[in-house]
């Protein structure tokens, strides 16, 4: 049944399941009650509780179909007085185990209400007692109940439906992901290679044309040399030549000079060697940086193929486990 009855309209009275029959009209007016005996090995004195899972040893009294309110004041009745229930309660499920309800809870809690089972007629829902000595509880067994024991199938196959879509929405974004990040050391590599290949396009034509002027300065600098030795020649011829009373003083002004022809031309080749170790020296500097580059790029790609060989195969052990579990 579907209908859930207050607890105001729970209020004493009961009438025998023989004198009732199944009608579809007042279906909602009734609730199917299911009296069992609870063995005292079963019940715990101390917590007032027992475990649900231990509902199988319990021993069935009969099965009762009465109204709510006739439930609580004739109950005794209706279980006949030669069992002498000195004291009859309610069981509800509270996580795995069964409690006890006290009286003052019971102006608070629903009973939900179910259909008797159809194979069975009514006349068959009443056994007769017979004496037991253990302490008698009665339970209405409830949706809640069932719940507790065993979650009906509909809701676990909802729940898998569920995790399957949040599943296959992860791997969605995994995958996108993926892609995003292969998209994107794509594009550095792009990004990479074009400035190593523009680099070398510059190098490559700056050195076809340092070609032509490095031939240059080696006829520039041949010509000085030469022109430095004629130099340095006529001078000396100069100073051969120059008569005896003045030889002091040409000779001082021939040497000064071939001194400072000298020096300039040391100045010079020093200059000379200054700009080529520049050069060589920038020119290695480049290559360093462009050698850090490139290695860093390996780096980080490698450690994107480990990490993402990782977690490849710790999504194939997580659905290795899955599917040994289903």
């Not at 499920?93 to 089972?117: H, I, M, N, Y």
């Not at 792009?190 to 400035?195: D, G, L, M, T």
């Not at 200054?274 to 500097?285: H, N, P, R």
Request: hydrophobic share 35%; with cysteine; charged share 35%.
């Amino acid at each position: 049944m579907n209908k859930k009855l207050k607890p105001s309209e729970i209020i004493s009275k009961i009438f025998p399941t023989t004198n009732l029959t199944f009608n579809p009209n007042v279906e909602s007016q009734f609730v199917e009650l299911h009296v069992l005996y609870v063995p005292d090995d079963q019940w715990n004195v101390k917590l007032n509780k027992v475990p649900a899972e231990a509902t199988e040893s319990f021993i069935s009294a009969g099965f009762i179909r009465v109204t709510l309110k006739a439930l609580r004041s004739e109950l005794g009745e209706l279980l006949g007085t030669e069992r002498s229930l000195d004291k009859f309660s309610f069981l509800k499920c509270v996580g795995r185990s069964l409690a006890l309800v006290k009286s003052k809870q019971e102006k608070d809690l629903k009973a939900k209400t179910f259909a008797p089972p159809p194979l069975f007629p009514p006349s068959s829902r009443l056994i007769v007692s017979h004496p037991v000595r253990k302490t008698i509880h009665v339970r209405i067994l409830t949706s809640h109940l069932k719940q507790c024991l065993s979650p009906p199938g509909e809701e676990l196959i909802e729940e898998i439906k569920l995790v399957k879509e949040e599943r296959k929405q992860l791997e969605w974004k995994r995958q996108e992901l993926l892609r995003k990040g292969k998209d994107l050391l794509a594009q550095n590599r792009h990004r990479r290679n074009q400035a190593r290949d523009s680099w070398k396009k510059k190098y490559f034509d700056t050195k076809k044309a340092t070609a032509p002027l490095e031939d240059a300065l080696r006829n520039v600098r041949q010509e000085l040399e030469t022109f430095y030795n004629k130099l340095l020649q006529q001078l000396h011829a100069r100073d051969n030549r120059s008569k005896p009373q003045k030889q002091g003083r040409v000779s001082e002004k021939n040497e000064l000079i071939i001194q400072i022809l000298t020096e300039s031309h040391a100045i010079d080749n020093l200059k000379r060697k200054v700009e080529d170790a520049k050069m060589k020296l920038l020119m290695e500097i480049k290559l360093r940086k462009q050698a850090a580059t490139e290695l860093r790029a390996l780096k980080a790609e490698l450690a994107q193929k480990k990490n993402r060989q990782f977690k490849n195969m710790h999504m194939y052990i997580i659905l290795s486990k899955k599917k040994k579990k289903d």
